[in-house]
């Protein structure tokens, strides 16, 4: 019974504190991100780049925009887009949250 109990226990505290690490969900960024003339409104997640010419970015958002060297936001991080910054992306895709 003790053992049980302990287990219990152990296994409401982790969950507590796993709890507490965890951060709040994650929400879009506001505003409008453009990459070569296209608009995504409230944009989040990850969106390709393309393969050839270098697109360029206007981050008109509350938030970065993480540009990656790999086609996945995979690979690593080359260049940030501060909120309303202008810039040629140079990477083949970019994350923004």
Same mark, same amino acid.
């Given at each position: 019974?003790?053992?049980? %109990? =302990?287990?219990?226990?152990?296994?409401?505290?982790? =969950?507590?504190?796993?709890?507490?690490? !965890? *951060?709040? !969900? =994650?929400?879009?960024?506001?505003?409008?991100? /453009?990459?070569?003339? !296209?608009? +995504?409104? &409230?944009?989040?997640?990850?969106? *390709?780049?393309? @393969?050839?010419?270098? *697109?360029?970015? /206007? +981050?008109? !958002? @509350?938030?970065?925009?993480?540009?990656? %060297?790999?086609? +996945?936001? @995979?690979?690593?991080?080359?260049?940030?887009?501060?909120? &309303?910054?202008? =810039?040629?992306?140079?990477?083949?895709?970019?994350?923004?949250?």
């Amino acid at each position: 019974m003790m053992r049980r %109990t =302990a287990r219990l226990l152990g296994a409401c505290a982790a =969950a507590a504190m796993l709890a507490l690490a !965890t *951060p709040g !969900t =994650a929400q879009a960024a506001q505003g409008v991100l /453009f990459i070569d003339g !296209t608009a +995504n409104r &409230d944009p989040s997640g990850c969106f *390709p780049l393309g @393969d050839f010419a270098p *697109p360029e970015v /206007f +981050n008109y !958002t @509350d938030g970065t925009a993480w540009v990656w %060297t790999g086609p +996945n936001c @995979d690979g690593r991080v080359v260049q940030a887009i501060f909120a &309303d910054q202008v =810039a040629i992306a140079h990477g083949r895709s970019l994350y923004i949250e």
